[in-house]
């Protein structure tokens, strides 16, 4: 994916899950992700669905609780299982949206968790059905109702393969069993939802409301660009406000304030991005921080808090840069 005009660099698993061990050590094991290992599992099978066996959740047992799961008892299906233990009311996941969620990992066999966001208190998002997760999470996580919480029985043809994870002291041999909480669903035509604020200075840009899915209109005044950075709510949204540590999914499109020319895009890709405000310009992680999930963000990027003096393709030099910013969920 390029992220040529707000990243300042493409670190290796930025699309991957965000988990944290349980130890909270905040390790890379034993992700859903194929990359933190750079190894690929194998082959996605293709087979029916089973609802069992799955092993008992003995506590945290409320949708969005960290849960607590027994051993497994007997042999694990050799087929992938996929048991809904709390049925939402909210849409329905589709190949390719992103899915939030929380989740626990444990193995069938000795009941170790190898993985965990409840204990970081910070979902972790990815796309379902694009070989971007493990076979089982594509196949098991599609056609699920937003705020479900759904136990998954991972046979190794669903996971990491005759090879393991032995960074997570998985081996080729064990099942995986997952409970994942899906606390939302997003794709590439998902917009802001909230409050549409009024646009009453006439000296910054002006941004469509739309809430249609398509790309926003951003109108640049003939004036002088601000020296400052600039922050407005267009839709004022109500989730939990950004703070500077944490990832973002989001839809955007810069312009330049000199000719109001567009240089990016996700409307025009087609596909959501994903990144830590750490691990973006100044202006956006600045320009970001405080505002709140479901949000609708005007980002005027000088010069200074953008690339200065360095051209980008598409951007040249000293460009003071123009967002609309529509903050899908913070992760």
Do not use: H
Not at 102 to 111: K, M, P, R, V
Not at 172 to 182: H, K, R
């Amino acid at each position: 994916m390029r992220r040529r005009s707000v990243l300042l660099a493409v670190p290796a698993g930025l699309l991957t899950l965000a988990g944290c061990g349980d130890d909270q050590s905040g390790s890379d094991k034993a992700k859903p992700s194929q990359e933190p290992t750079g190894q690929s599992p194998s082959p996605a099978p293709t087979g029916k669905i089973v609802s069992g066996p799955v092993p008992e959740i003995t506590a945290g047992k409320k949708f969005g609780e960290k849960p607590k799961v027994a051993k497994g008892s007997g042999k694990p299906s050799s087929d992938l299982a996929v048991k809904t233990v709390i049925k939402g009311d909210g849409e329905k996941t589709a190949k390719g949206d992103y899915v939030q969620v929380n989740y626990l990992a444990q193995i069938w066999n000795t009941g170790k968790v190898v993985d965990n966001t409840y204990d970081k208190k910070q979902t972790a998002a990815f796309p379902v059905g694009k070989g971007q997760v493990l076979p089982g999470w594509d196949q098991g996580l599609v056609g699920r109702s937003v705020g479900s919480r759904l136990e998954l029985a991972v046979p190794p043809a669903y996971a990491y393969g005759k090879q393991g994870q032995p960074q997570a002291g998985i081996k080729g041999t064990d099942t995986l069993v997952f409970v994942i909480d899906i606390e939302g669903a997003f794709n590439a035509k998902s917009s802001a939802k909230g409050k549409k604020v009024a646009q009453s200075n006439f000296d910054l840009p002006k941004v469509s409301d739309n809430t249609d899915g398509k790309a926003p209109s951003i109108t640049v005044p003939k004036k002088d660009a601000p020296k400052k950075l600039v922050s407005e709510y267009v839709i004022e949204g109500d989730g939990p406000e950004v703070t500077a540590k944490d990832a973002l999914l989001v839809q955007y499109k810069g312009v330049l304030w000199d000719g109001g020319k567009e240089f990016d895009s996700t409307y025009k890709r087609g596909e959501l991005a994903q990144f830590s405000l750490q691990q973006v310009v100044k202006g956006w992680s600045q320009g970001l921080t405080g505002k709140k999930a479901g949000s609708r963000v005007l980002v005027v990027v000088p010069p200074d808090l953008g690339y200065g003096k360095k051209a980008q393709k598409g951007i040249p030099a000293n460009s003071t840069l123009v967002f609309t910013v529509d903050i899908l969920a913070v992760l």
